[in-house]
């Protein structure tokens, strides 16, 4: 078992350039989440699927930053016109069902650079 | 709506005494929340060290333990004896369905611990 693929590890982007993010959850999990971590707010909620459905985008920004699953092996998270606030390590986690009580499976993180 | 505090950024250990991490909840929720633990070691990704789903419990891993105390919205967690490859990132979180939150856990902001041999 892989575990939850994140890619790319790093990734350095412009002021306004798009940075896309993905993830592969594990095989046979049907819940993805997305969080992002800073120094400041800690780890943040950013958006839920589960069966690949949205279900729960409670903490996107709503303007520039979208997430899709257009499929049960991966789902992207997308920011437009990157800010240099946006500069933050993205993690995707899965878990069996997206049950309140289960575990999550993290990946490494995308570490996010916008100059 | 829910949230965890974790008042300790980063706390020094010796090897072999005791840690405590202190992690405390808020929630509006009619139900008790479930309570977890996660730990990120050096140049690891986050994992789930302990997890407890009924108030009044206990759990424990490789060492560790946590009550969760639904008198006080505590869920410290402890280890007797530190080793230092215990020196890591400590998350308390919460997953609380009745009080809004959904599925999604609500994270503290973590503490890390070093470990000096």
């Known amino acids: 078992n892989a575990g939850v693929i994140q890619t790319p590890r790093h990734k350095v982007t412009g002021k306004g350039q798009e940075a896309t993010l993905w993830c592969e959850p594990i095989?046979?999990?049907?819940?993805v989440f997305w969080y992002r971590q800073t120094i400041v707010q800690g780890l943040e909620f950013l958006t839920y699927?589960?069966?690949?459905?949205?279900?729960?985008d409670s903490g996107m920004p709503k303007e520039r930053f979208s997430a899709q699953m257009p499929n049960q092996s991966h789902s992207t998270l997308k920011i437009q016109s990157t800010q240099p606030q946006d500069s933050a390590v993205y993690l995707c986690?899965?878990?069996?069902?997206?049950?309140?009580?289960?575990?999550?499976?993290f990946g490494s993180g995308t570490r996010l650079t916008v100059l | 709506g829910d949230s965890v505090t974790q008042t300790e950024g980063q706390v020094t250990v010796s090897e072999s005494k005791s840690l405590i991490i202190n992690c405390t909840y808020s929630t509006t929720s009619i139900a008790y929340p479930n309570l977890f633990w996660y730990v990120r070691y050096p140049g690891e990704g986050l994992q789930l060290l302990l997890k407890v789903i009924t108030a009044g419990q206990k759990g424990s891993s490789r060492g560790f333990e946590a009550t969760y105390n639904k008198e006080t919205t505590s869920f410290h967690l402890q280890k007797a004896s530190v080793q230092e490859s215990d020196s890591a990132v400590y998350y308390c979180?919460?997953?609380?369905?009745?009080?809004?939150?959904?599925?999604?856990?609500?994270f503290g902001t973590g503490t890390l611990l070093s470990v000096k041999p």
């Open positions: 095989s046979g999990h049907s819940a």
């Open positions: 986690a899965s878990s069996r069902s997206g049950g309140v009580a289960e575990t999550l499976y």
């Open positions: 699927f589960r069966n690949q459905a949205p279900i729960d």
């Open positions: 979180a919460l997953g609380d369905w009745y009080g809004g939150s959904g599925n999604k856990l609500i």
